[in-house]
């Protein structure tokens, strides 16, 4: 009996061992981040003209002890119609301002016009796969996605874009998708996390 004692106090010994020397549980350090570990910005709001009106996205990885490898991100930016001045809008992603891999950089703005709030609807590219997505910056104002620019037919309205990120599904939402192991996690999207730093001038004043 007292040998059987002996055994069974080894094998508890042995599993706590074992249980200290093991590495920190996987799953752990692939949770999802929290909403305040990344940044999605409107900034850089520029009236190139009395007709084209420009701005910038960017995404800051804020929290720098945990790398974010980018998977797939997009945006849906609402704009005050009162600026369209009975003109006809177009939008476009400006090319050669991303800091995004070439196979990761959008390409794609539509615009939807509304009776009162427009949209730019910014699709996504597909997920280059885990380990070749952009590592988005932990400085700055982290690392741009891309510059878009919106064209009037007629000089803008003297009123103010009010750019702004929509989180609905309707009429687009902004997500963000990052690499947590192997797979694409959807990161939280909020205003929290997700607001303009751009200025918001009176156009044309």
Known sequence: MKKRIIQITNSILLF?????????????RIAPLDVSSV????????????RILEFDLYLKDTDASQPFELSIIQAGVLVNSEIINGGNITTAVVPGFSD???????????????????IIKITPKIGPGPGNGTKIKTTGQG?????VRITNSVPFAKARP????CF???????????????????????????????ANPVLNE
């Not at 070439?102 to 615009?111: F, G, S, V």
């Not at 997500?175 to 959807?186: E, L, S």
Request: aromatic share 10%; hydrophobic share 40%.
């Open 16 to 28: 706590f061992i074992i249980l200290t020397l093991s590495p920190v549980n996987a799953q752990a």
């Open 39 to 50: 940044n999605y910005t409107i900034t850089n709001v520029v009236l190139v003209s009395d």
């Open 100 to 118: 995004l891999i070439a196979a990761q950089q959008l390409t794609t703005a539509i615009w939807a016009k509304g009776p009162t709030t427009s």
């Open 143 to 147: 690392t741009r996605i891309c510059r």
């Open 162 to 165: 009010n750019l702004a990120f």
């Open 168 to 198: 609905a599904s309707v009429p687009y939402p902004t997500k963000v998708f990052q690499y947590i192991g192997r797979v694409g996690t959807q990161v939280t999207t909020t205003s929290s996390n997700c607001f303009s730093e751009g």
